[in-house]
């Protein structure tokens, strides 16, 4: 089975930008770009969390509370690529960031979800440290 790789981590100073992105690690058939994509995190010592979600088209997203107005969610679906682009990070953004693909055939153009337990493909994560 095709699973996912993130790239883009890495140590940034608090109020910096990193952008991070998600990509099939395999050049095979597979295609992530008709499935519904999200981001979670997970910090040391913390369970995994919900960061942001986009639909199949790229017309539905959804962010936790933490980071809105702060992260954004894209997908390029023509290279079939997800990214997180975040900005004005804080040492509470710390964490190993994972993205994830819903494999529901079904999903309509629209639709997202924040619960990890719908997601069936993830990847194996991106260390972010923000710190001066």
């Known amino acids: 089975q095709v699973g996912l790789l993130e790239s883009g981590g890495g140590l940034v100073q608090p109020g910096g930008s990193l952008r991070l992105s998600c990509e099939a690690s395999e050049r095979t058939w597979q295609t992530f770009r008709r499935y519904p994509m999200g981001w979670f995190r997970q910090a040391p010592g913390k369970e995994r969390e919900f960061v942001a979600a986009i639909s199949w088209s790229g017309e539905g997203t959804y962010y936790a509370n933490s980071v809105k107005g702060r992260f954004v969610i894209s997908r390029d679906r023509g290279k079939d690529i997800l990214y997180l682009q975040m900005s004005s990070l804080k040492p509470e953004d710390t964490a190993v960031y994972y993205c994830?693909?819903?494999?529901?055939?079904?999903?309509?153009?629209?639709?997202?979800?924040?619960?990890?337990?719908?997601?069936?493909?993830w990847g194996q994560g991106t260390l972010v440290t923000v710190s001066s």
């Open positions: 994830a693909a819903d494999r529901d055939e079904d999903a309509i153009s629209v639709y997202y979800t924040s619960r990890a337990s719908d997601y069936d493909v």
